[in-house]
Each structure stands twice: as structure tokens, then as C-alpha cells.
């Protein structure tokens, strides 16, 4: 039964999964990768390598995923399809208990793994088979120097090494019997925003990529006899920054042959996931983000680490207030993060030395109990509109100081996607009622960890009644901004140079 999914699957023209319902309440947003030249023009290097899943199974199960493929699609695209094919014919109940799922996740992944290295079994053999014919490389010989049939061999194995490189990282999130599963392989990020009545509000980021800047990761390396302070500053490990991952095969068997993995007891690079949960929805209205580890990379090269988690979920928050489909507000936060690099890039400033290229980016929204804006509403009619600022940076210091703005709230009489389902993960947590909630957002990095703050002066979101402001006897609405906290902040930083210059805001 499995080799006939796989063979099914690796159908160039049909996959299986083609027949699946599509879950409608979420949206997914790409942009490919892109390197800029010094006239800030941007050219892609590769095709999109990304990959991604968003599947309504049966008995209330629903299955989301984003894959961040390198050297190739391959990989990515072969695992959506093959751990689609693994958790969503029948494997998953709701009869099911926590341990279950967790073990059927697990199993699913190490398939996948398995499944990916039988398709390209016969090519790393004709890869090896053709390898024992060459002689021994001489630098000081070209290509062309070859005999006739020493180039058809190299030519023969180039193609074979396109076939069986590359590898992916991937995160998918499960959500069965209302809980919340997440299983993770690599360095794409999991948030989950919640928002409740009483104007408590968390960003929670579920565990942390497994990269080298992770202690866990280096201490399972260590265990294994990997030099882990090697490990931690070459940042890099094949390629790759991350410690798991699927596919790649030359991380997986020839690791002996990598300077840095040389001396390892046992495979090193893995692709166990690391399964989150269950986290109860009851009650939650927010939603759900997966992101690619290059829409992360992208935001952090621009603005820092610092309130990467803070700025996507206020984009999120802004773009579901203006949009009229989730497809859309996913589509207009990548665009977002992707036109925020550029301009960064372009202006020159300290950070544009880090935005010289970004990588694909794949943003999935999964939203919970959570309104979209009414397309039949104006601002001035009582619509929505999201002033959202991002954290401003002194381009003179690597510190950066966090400039809260506010940000008007919809009225949550209407529901999304027409379902009713709320969402938290405490239960008994009570149910927005006709006011939104406010939307005060902390961020933590830490593993399965959050923190909370309530609305009020300083916070990042502050309500706003949804009656429409009325404009004044020149036609002007009061602004929805205000700016007074950023001017004296840029006063502080710069009290010098505004001696000189004149101070900044308005004269």
C-alpha cells in the first residue's frame, strides 16, 4: 500500500492529494527569492523552492504545512505530498489521545524520510557505479581535455546529483478534536496569536528551529561527539544552518566525509520532528501563523531579531482589517515583509548590508473564530483601519528602541469564513462578546512559552470605538496615530545632532 502511494504521488501529471478538500479558513502568501543588484533592481537566482499543504480531512481533522526546500523543490514537494498521504487516510481519529497523535505524527515523518531516499535509490547507485570510472580528479585538467566518454560520465553525473540533492525543513500543524498539534523539523516558525475580552493578549511562538544557535541541538550534536563550539560558530552545518532536516542524502550517509560531522558516533542530521501539544483551541479567537525560515530571515536581516514576532502578527492583524479574503491579507503581508527588505537595502542605512538578497518566503494564515473586514464598509462608515508602526532603528547603533503606535479595532459582530469555532489555549477562557478584543501583543522566543499584557497607555494596540470619526469644519478626520512617543524618543537618540539640524516632527 505504500510503495503504490508513492508511486502514485511521483505521477508528474496527478497526485492523489489533487482530490482533497482545501481548507477555507486559511490563506497561503509566497514571494520567490531574490538577490539585488546596486541599482536595487532584484533578479531571481532559483525557482521557487517552498512548498506547502492546507487540507480538511474528515472526523474534524484539519492538516497545514509549509516546507522550506533547498537545492531543489524536490524534497519539499515530496514530503507535502507523502505526509498528507500519512495522516489523512484514515490514520487520525478523534477517538484518538495525545500520545496517539504524537506517535502517529512521528511515524509519519520518519516515512516520509524513508519513502524520499527509496525514489532516488537506483540514482545514487548509478551514481556510485559511474563514480568508480573516473580518475582520479586533476585540477590541472579541463573539461574539454576529457575523453569523449570521461564527459559524457561527468555530464551523466551532474544530472544524477540534481536528482538526489537538496533537502527541506518542515512544520505542520494538526489540529484534531479542537487541539492543537505541531510538529516541527528545521528552522520554520510557528505563532499562534490569541486574544480574549478582558484586553489579555499573547503571541506564542511554538519551539524553537533547530539551528546552532539552539543548546539542545548542540548538546544532542555533543552526545553524538560533534565538536559543538565548532558547530555553533561555523553557524552552518552542509550548507545549512539547521540540525534537522528531510532528504539530503550527503548529511544523512556521507556525513563522515564533512570536516565538521567527521567524528560522529551515529547520523547526526536527523529528521525527527520535535511534536508540540496538544494545545486546547476552547475558546481562542486569534490565529495561526507558518512561516518559512526565509519570510523570518527576510524581516530579522531588515529590522532584527528584537520584535520580528511583534511586526508580522501586527501585519497580519492590520491586513485582516482592510482584506476581504485570507488568501489576500497572506499575499499582502509577504508582500510587505518583501517591499520592508528592499527599501531597507536601498536606503543604505547599517542593517542594508544584511538585505542584499532574501531567500522564498511562504506565509500560511490560519485564522480562529477571527472577523475579516466587511467589504461593504468605508473607514468613514464605520470600516476598519490598521496604523500599524514598526519598531524604529537608529542606524548609528545596533540597539533599537520599540515605537508603539495605535491601531483602531473591528466590531466582532460578524464571524470568519462562517464558522463559529472559538479558540485558547487555557480553557474556560471566555469568548470575545461584541467588542473585539484589543489587541496588546507580547512576543516570547522561548519553547512553548508566552506572555501577556493588558491594553492601556504604551501598548502596541489601543481600542478604538467603531463609531467613524467625524471630520472637522476642513474636511479632516483627527489622525488615528499618535506620534508624540516617537518624536521624543528620536529626541533622545539624537539630542546632538538636533542642535544643529533642527529637531524632527512636526514644525
Known amino acids: 500500500m505504500a510503495a503504490q502511494r508513492r508511486n502514485f504521488m511521483q505521477s508528474p501529471h496527478q497526485s492523489w492529494t489533487d482530490d482533497l478538500p482545501l481548507c477555507q479558513m486559511c490563506g497561503v502568501g509566497t514571494a520567490p527569492n531574490c538577490t539585488y543588484g546596486s ?88 551514481k556510485a557505479h559511474l563514480s568508480n570510472y573516473l580518475l582520479p580528479h586533476n585540477e590541472n585538467v579541463s573539461f574539454h581535455q576529457l575523453s569523449p566518454q570521461s564527459q559524457k560520465v561527468q555530464e551523466r553525473l551532474k544530472e544524477l546529483e540534481q536528482e538526489v540533492s537538496g533537502g527541506a525543513m518542515a512544520v505542520v500543524a494538526l489540529i484534531l478534536n479542537n487541539k492543537l498539534y505541531i510538529a516541527n523539523v528545521g528552522t520554520n516558525r510557528v505563532l499562534l496569536c490569541k486574544s480574549s475580552s478582558d484586553g489579555q493578549n499573547q503571541v506564542l511562538q511554538i519551539g524553537r528551529p533547530h539551528s546552532t544557535d539552539n543548546e539542545d ?54 529528521a525527527e520532528p520535535e511534536i508540540h501539544g496538544s494545545l486546547s483551541l476552547d475558546g481562542v479567537t486569534g490565529f495561526l501563523l507558518l512561516m518559512s525560515e526565509g519570510l523570518i530571515n527576510a524581516l530579522e536581516s531588515a529590522h532584527g531579531p528584537e520584535q520580528a ?24 503581508v509577504v508582500e510587505r515583509v518583501k517591499r520592508l527588505h528592499h527599501d531597507v537595502y536601498v536606503s543604505g542605512r547599517q542593517r542594508a548590508a544584511y538585505c542584499s538578497r532574501h531567500e522564498d518566503m511562504t506565509l500560511l494564515i490560519r485564522t480562529l473564530n477571527y472577523p475579516l473586514a466587511d467589504a461593504a464598509l468605508t473607514p468613514t462608515q464605520g470600516g476598519r483601519i490598521y496604523p500599524v508602526s514598526v519598531p524604529y532603528s537608529n542606524s548609528q547603533s545596533t540597539s533599537k528602541t520599540s515605537v508603539t503606535l495605535s491601531l483602531v479595532m473591528p466590531s466582532q459582530s460578524t464571524l470568519t469564513n462562517g464558522t463559529n469555532t472559538a479558540s485558547t489555549l487555557e480553557e474556560g477562557t471566555p469568548t470575545p462578546g461584541s467588542q473585539s478584543p484589543t489587541a496588546t501583543l507580547q512576543s516570547t522566543n522561548t519553547q512553548t512559552q508566552s506572555s501577556s499584557s493588558s491594553s492601556g497607555d504604551g501598548s502596541l494596540f489601543r481600542q478604538r470605538g467603531s463609531q467613524a470619526a467625524q471630520p472637522d469644519e476642513t ?32 514644525q
Not at 237 to 259: P, V
Not at 309 to 332: P, W, Y
Request: glycine share 10%; with cysteine.
Open 39 to 126: 541599482d536595487g533592481k532584484g533578479t531571481q537566482s532559483h525557482p521557487n523552492e517552498d512548498g506547502h499543504l492546507r487540507f480538511r480531512g474528515e472526523d474534524g481533522c484539519f492538516l497545514y504545512g509549509v516546507f522550506n526546500g533547498y537545492d531543489g523543490s524536490r524534497v519539499a514537494s515530496f514530503a507535502s505530498q507523502c505526509l498528507t498521504a500519512e495522516l489523512l487516510l484514515g490514520q487520525l481519529n478523534s477517538s484518538h489521545t495525545d500520545n496517539d497523535v504524537r506517535r502517529i505524527l512521528t511515524q509519519a515523518f520518519d516515512v516520509v524520510e524513508k519513502s524520499f531516499f527509496e525514489t532516488i535509490d537506483d540514482a545514487l547507485a548509478e
Open 217 to 270: 541541538e548542540l548538546q544532542r550534536l555533543a552526545a553524538l561527539g560533534v565538536d559543538s563550539a565548532r558547530a555553533r560558530q561555523a553557524g552552518q552545518i552542509a550548507g545549512q544552518s539547521s540540525t534537522r532536516r528531510l532528504g539530503d542524502y550527503r548529511a544523512k550517509f556521507n556525513y563522515n566525509e564533512i570536516d565538521l560531522l567527521s567524528a560522529a558516533k551515529t547520523r547526526p542530521i536527523i
Open 309 to 332: 514576532n511583534q511586526e508580522i502578527v501586527a501585519m497580519v492583524a492590520a491586513e485582516l482589517a482592510q482584506q476581504t479574503s485570507l488568501e489576500a491579507v497572506s499575499q499582502s
Open 475 to 506: 474636511g479632516r478626520v483627527p489622525p488615528y496615530v499618535d506620534f508624540t512617543q516617537f518624536y521624543r524618543l528620536w529626541g533622545g537618540d539624537h539630542s546632538d545632532s538636533q542642535s544643529t539640524q533642527g529637531g524632527l516632527g512636526p
